[in-house]
């Protein structure tokens, strides 16, 4: 799909896709991507990181959980760290005084 950026395709599908890589200031919320794979359907959503969300307050890994609604508009957000597993927070180098300050 990176390879749509700054194309103008002919299927609608791909151009709104293209549009949406091409554009950075566009936001979607459960853009259909084209069915490559019949057997499953995909969705575009854009995702806003809130730093005081984050343990380190900026993204420090590539691993993190996010909440996904499963019907529209399919909004998606990063999960507040303190709801996090002791594992990924770890993984994170966050420790848990740092999360008691996030919670106040």
């Known amino acids: 799909m990176a390879s749509l950026k700054g194309t103008q395709p002919n299927s ?10 091409t554009d950075e200031f566009i936001r979607v919320f459960g853009l259909a991507v084209p ?3 019949p057997e499953e359907q995909y969705l575009i959503s854009t995702v806003m990181f809130a730093r ?3 343990p ?7 691993i993190l959980p996010l909440v996904v609604a499963p019907t529209p508009p399919h909004f998606a ?3 507040p760290a303190v709801y996090w597993p002791q594992r990924l927070l770890e ?9 008691a300050r996030m919670r106040k």
Do not use: C, K, T
């Open 56 to 62: 380190n307050q900026m993204l420090s890994d590539r």
């Open 91 to 99: 993984r994170w180098g966050a420790e848990r005084p740092l999360l």
């Open 35 to 37: 069915q490559y794979y």
């Open 12 to 21: 609608n599908q791909e151009r709104h896709i293209a549009d949406y890589l």
């Open 77 to 79: 957000f990063v999960l």
């Open 52 to 54: 005081h969300h984050l």
